[in-house]
Structures are given as C-alpha cells and as structure tokens.
T-cell receptor, first 114, second 114 residues
C-alpha cells in the first residue's frame, strides 16, 4: 500500500526566505506526483504536476523535483511572501493496483511572517 | 478558467438521514472522483467514475455510498444513512485523462452529521 509522508508538519519563516518542503512515498510505481495548496477550510489548488518520467517542473517562484527511484519530491518556494501561507499537500497518482487514485500526505502548514 | 463547482458548501444533517452532495465537473473532463478529508486528517480517495460506471472504490466506499451522473453535467455522491463519522469535507475532482493530466478539485462540501 502506498504511503506518503511530508516533513516538516509545520514551518514558519520570515518573508523573503527561500524554503523547501519535503515529500516521500513508499512505492515508486507512480504515474505522477502533484503538489497542492490548501487554504483553511477551502479546496485544493493544484500547483505543479510532475510526470513519473520528469525530474522537475517550475511555475513562477515554485520549483518541484522528483526522484522516483528514491521515492522523494521537494517543493522549493523562492522569496516567500505572506500570501504563500497555507498548507501544502503532496499527492502521488499510484499505479500499483492499476487504479488512478491520488494518495495524499498530511501536508506541511507554512506560515510566512511579514 | 473552467473550474469544478460543488453544492452545497455546507450541510448539517441528523444521523440516519440521506444526503446528496452535488458536483459539476469541468465540461470536457471524462474522469470523476470523490475524496474526503476528516478534520485534521489526510485527504482520502473514495471513488472514481468513468464512462458512467465506477472504475475504482476504496474500502471507505461501502454500501451506504453511491455515485451517479444523472444528466451529463452533474456528478453526485449520495450517503444513504449518515453516521457521525461521515462528518468531513467532501471534494469532487475531475480530469480529462486519468493517469496523465492534473486532477482539478472543487471547493468542497463540509458535511456535519449530528
């Protein structure tokens, strides 16, 4: 069974700092990996999708990397802003059972202090 | 930009009552999903739906749950006899091509069972 772990569970940084969020998964048989943002009491906003054949994806100040063989992904946020404060979720599209369901980590709650 | 919509945003019901949660996926998408998130816990897969039938369901998705696409635009989740432990945020998601493209999530319905 696929398990996704995210560390740290919470992170507080001053505005302007660069930061890295970590995600690990137990089974490398994945289709892709997605990073989402979740604001309190809200839905999930997709940030980046990395296919299993790719090593990284970039969108603005966000850069996500994928090392499928080691079961790891990182989300790098450059020049953090207070508006980046949210919970960041990592999810893998698991192919081990032939299904297309996303398996989520518990998230990293990010607070960017002005 | 097209988005997934869900109604209602909040629902309060008595234990044992039936509830129907509604979703309108993005119009050209073919694969539909329901996930749930119990407060403070991970987002969990419930069911996937394609070509008017369930393609995958989790062990959470027991006989009390059903899904339907009644009219070609709406996608519904019915819980026949709600239990206290069904209280959660329920998310609908859709994608144009499973296993390849991003799953887009709706804003969620917060269900409270009393």
């Amino acid at each position: 069974k696929q398990e996704v772990t995210q560390i740290p569970a919470a992170l507080s940084v001053p505005e302007g700092e660069n930061l890295v969020l970590n995600c690990s998964f137990t089974d490398s048989a994945i289709y892709n990996l997605q990073w989402f943002r979740q604001d309190p009491g809200k839905g999930l906003t997709s940030l980046l999708l990395i296919q299993s054949s790719q090593r990284e994806q970039t969108s603005g100040r966000l850069n996500a990397s994928l090392d499928k063989s080691s079961g790891r992904s990182t989300l790098y946020i450059a020049a953090s802003q207070p508006g980046d404060s949210a919970t960041y979720l990592c999810a893998v599209l698991y192919s081990g059972a032939g299904s297309y369901q996303l398996t989520f980590g518990k998230g990293t709650k990010l607070s960017v202090i002005p | 930009e097209p988005e997934v919509t869900q109604t209602p945003s909040h629902q309060v019901t008595q234990m044992g009552q039936e509830v129907i949660l509604r979703c309108v996926p993005i119009s050209n998408h073919l694969y539909f999903y329901w996930y749930r998130q119990i407060l403070g816990q991970k987002v969990e897969f419930l069911v996937s739906f394609y070509n008017n039938e369930i393609s995958e369901k989790s062990e959470i998705f027991d006989d009390q749950f059903s899904v339907e696409r009644p009219d070609g635009s709406n996608f519904t989740l019915k819980i026949r006899s709600t239990k206290l432990e069904d209280s959660a945020m329920y998310f609908c998601a859709s994608t144009v091509e499973a296993g390849v493209e991003t799953q887009y999530f709706g804003p969620g319905t917060r269900l409270l069972v009393l």
